[in-house]
């Protein structure tokens, strides 16, 4: 939530930091806002709304000069998104501009402590009252930095700080807790951001800040120490994808770009996990055999889609690796008593790699001893740091908010997982994972099936863009896919949607049905027999109620061709893979219904892609 950049360099600032505000806008767009260091002063330019609007004051203006600079895309946590309230914040004498994401959870205390103290506090933010604690801090010292590290340890919370100073032109200084910033580092020019994604067209080699730690840029050196004022330990590391992984690609949205990414996605995260012997090879999860052996239960925690994905996962593992597996929302996970040993093992999903939910709850199982695996996207971003073992998705970077391609790749992953803990265990010989390995290795094709056969859905879509409300439903795996086409929609379009197993229907949400309510129908394999036929009798009830039917079945399944109002195919692939087929014509849907309403599909309201904040 909210995006950071920071430039200090030898060509002009601003345009550079306004080009990094622009690849980072799908974490907030509530407002945005640039400081830049010239001629003895610092010049900010801030205004509510997306960066758009940021630009047009901007143009409207004189340039300003200046190769030393800071921005702020924001997502509103405290004070709503106003002028006002955008960042950069300032200190009385102006001199300081600084930007920030994440929530100082005393800053009420210290905005009262400034107050009384003389200082005039401009905004509702909790941001500003840090560009009032450098003031006083500055006062004594005169060094950014060392203001920085004195102010950060008087602050409590999740915090990526970054500041610059009139009196100090050619530095730009950041600090980061619980909070994403990476340094990138250039030929006489570096830079800070929230993501690599905001520099990535200058350098691609980067350094991954640690926890508690404050970074000085200059045009030509980093220095890095932590906040007790000693030389930090970094890691470099070169970024493995380019420019064009960050752009649209001819494609109106990011969202259509990183749907039709999906089968390539999905190839990647499979490349390079089977050996030569046919078995699972996943060395990079650091976590040993013997770890493994010893597991005797699984809990999953993620957020939104990546909880979706856990949930689909506990069939994987319960039915290949024989381990009792809970899935629990990350937010909920610490606020009640699970019961976690050393033999648990706790697998956290989050494409950022940055959400604050999922992070806490890690923290929580490896302070109860459990050991935790992360799924991760994002190469060094929190959560993969602070896991005992981490296997990455290969997805590339996925811009638009709804999340998409990620989603397909954390359920190959999380597949991976379950077979090689069968493996390991001997609950699946490795003939019977191999044929699931092989299978999974045929689904890029299938998706791409999928893919081709869109146009219906779109049409379907459009055709529904003035209802109100859609219910999905799905039984076994096909019910977090409904509940993953329902968010999708909620997200996208600003639509009531729902979903629910189908077998609960007749418990309470039938009376939901009428006439002509749109019903999205997730339907099992035929192969699956009774779980098949019990979702076609559900069809024919809410058909009997009014419902209008939209089913998604496999190709050759002729006995819901009665049922259904809107038929759509998929290819026939075993019960624990169609997920990996079924969800595709969901996020097209929610998709092009979004579009017909006219929203911006990479950048829903109220949201933003990566939720650093509780
Ligand atoms: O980065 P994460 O996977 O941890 O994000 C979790 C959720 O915030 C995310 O999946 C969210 O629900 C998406 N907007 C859904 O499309």
Known sequence: MCGIVGY????????????????????????????????????????AGKLARLRESLAAGTPSPGEVGIGHTRWATHGPPTDRNAHPHRDCTGAIAVVHNGIIENFATLRERLEKDGHILAS???????????????????DLTEAMRTVCRRLDGAFTLVAVHAGQPDVVVGARRNSPLVVGRGTGENFLASDVAAFIEHT???????????VELRRDGVRVIDFDGRPADVKEYHVDWDVSAAEKGGYDYFMLKEIAEQPQAVADTLLGRVGMDGRL????????????????????????????????AKYAIEHWAQLPCEVELASEFRYRDPILTRTTLVIAISQSGETMDTLMAVRHAREQRARVLGICNVNGSSIPRECDGVLYT?????IAVASTKAFLTQLVAVYLVALYIAQTRGTKWADEVFAVVQLL?????????????????????????????????????????????ALKLKELAYMHAEGFAAGELKHGPIALIEENLPVVVVVPPRARDVLHDKIVSNIQEIRARGARTIVIAEAGDESVVAYADTLLRVPAVPTLLQPLVTTVP???FACELATAKGHDVDQPRNLAKSVTVE
């Open 8 to 47: 200090a360099g030898s060509r002009p600032a601003l345009q550079i930091v306004i080009d990094g505000l622009a690849r980072l806008e799908y974490r907030g767009y509530d407002s945005a806002g640039v400081a830049i260091v010239a001629d003895g002063e610092v010049r900010a330019t801030r205004r």
């Open 124 to 142: 509702d933010t909790d941001t500003e009252a840090v560009a009032h604690l450098l003031e006083d801090a500055m006062a004594g010292q005169q």
């Open 204 to 214: 691609r080699d980067a350094i991954e800040l640690g926890q508690d730690q404050v």
């Open 281 to 312: 090879t996943l060395d990079e999860m650091r976590l040993s055999d013997e770890e493994l052996r010893e597991v005797d239960k699984i809990i999953i925690v993620a957020c939104g889609t990546a909880y979706h994905a856990g949930l689909i």
């Open 394 to 398: 290969h997805a590339g970077p996925e």
């Open 441 to 485: 290795a045929g689904m890029p094709e299938k998706v791409e099936k999928v893919l081709e056969t869109m146009e219906p859905v779109r049409a379907l879509a459009r055709s529904l863009a003035s209802e109100k409300c859609v219910l999905f439903l799905g039984r076994h795996v096909g019910y977090p896919v409904a509940l993953e086409g």
């Open 586 to 588: 969901l996020q097209v």
